[in-house]
Structures are given as C-alpha cells and as structure tokens.
C-alpha cells in the first residue's frame, strides 16, 4: 500500500505503519508505566508490542470476543516478561491498545475504532482503588492488592463494575475512566 506525503512523494504505508506501531509502544510503555518491575521487562514488553498483529481485532464483533483475543495475548506477554505477572501483561496491552485505537493512522489501517467500546481501563493503584472504593459504597466487595498479584477473576470483577460506572456515572466507555480517576483529575464545568 502506498499514498502520497505532503510534499507529493510515495510514502510506503506498510513501513510507515510499522514506524507508527513501534512509537506508539514506546510512548505507552515507559518507567512510570512498569514501575518496579525487573530490569528488561520495558524493552521486552515494547518488543513485544511493536511486533503485535494489530490485525487480529480488526474482525472483533462482540465484547466477549475482544476479551478472549485479550486475553490470548496477555499470556503471551505474560510469558515474555521476567515477573511472569498476567496483571503487569494486562495492563501494558491495555495502555497500548488505548494509544493503537486512538491514533488516526493505526485506527484506520486496524479498524480499531470498532474496539473502544470493549478495551478496559487500565488497573493501577489510583484505578483500582478508586474501583474498589466506590463498589463499597454501593456494598460490592471487589479484590485488589496490587498490579503485580493481579489475576484474571479479579480483574474480571473490576472491569465489570469499571463497566457499570462508566455506563451510569460518566456516560463514557470504560477506558475513559483514567482520565477521571488519573490523579483525582476534576472537569471544570
């Protein structure tokens, strides 16, 4: 596949989209991401996700689809890196495909605007925790330790509820919940 840059040239897409995968795994892979995890796990996990077949969601059709997908490849992350943590793996992809699905080139080139209604807020500390406070105050009980020890049940719990308050408090998708959450970040009205 092939288009034309600005200045009127051939721009080689294949190549181009490649370049646009590896900066968006750089970008959404960083310290502060993988916070104290084993030296390596950045450049593995960033390896992992430059190489990643976008391709692979481009024909999801249903929430439960998507997740099986997700979590085929979190185990596959999952093995790569030196901590074996299925929560550290979940939560690199999760960041990652936020990042894929929200640039205009790999969106278009992957279809994955069709995804964001089904990606998951990423769990960290600030996340989860928040998830867990408010599941009390409505007399839920939810699991959280931490990124580290995170497994798939419990993540199951808390991006279920993650669902149910984007839906009925923020009138948003899920993944957008960081953005609430991040830091007690407030909307001005």
């Known amino acids: 596949m092939v288009c034309l840059g600005r200045d009127g040239r051939i721009i080689k897409m294949v190549s181009f989209i490649k370049l646009v995968q590896k900066r968006i795994s750089n970008i959404s892979i960083g310290p502060s991401t ?4 084993p030296t390596g796990t950045i450049n593995l996990t960033r390896e992992f996700l430059k190489s990643f077949d976008l391709n692979i969601f481009n024909n999801t059709l249903s929430e439960s689809d998507f997740l099986n997908k997700l979590d085929e490849q979190t185990n596959l992350l999952k093995e790569k890196i030196h901590s074996k943590s299925w929560g550290i793996a979940r939560k690199a992809l999760n960041i990652f495909l936020f990042q894929s699905s929200h640039d205009i080139f790999l969106s278009k080139e992957y279809g994955l605007n069709k995804i964001i209604p089904f990606l998951e807020v990423p769990l960290d500390n600030p996340n989860a925790k928040k998830l867990v406070e408010m599941a009390e105050q409505k007399g839920i009980k939810l699991r959280w330790n931490n990124i580290k020890s995170l497994i798939k049940e419990d993540s199951y719990n808390l991006q279920k509820f993650a669902k149910q308050v984007s839906n009925e408090e ?12 991040w830091r007690g970040n407030k909307v001005e009205e």
Do not use: A, T
């Open 170 to 181: 923020y009138n948003c998708d899920r993944c957008y919940l960081d953005l609430y959450f």
């Open 34 to 37: 993988l916070r104290g995890q």
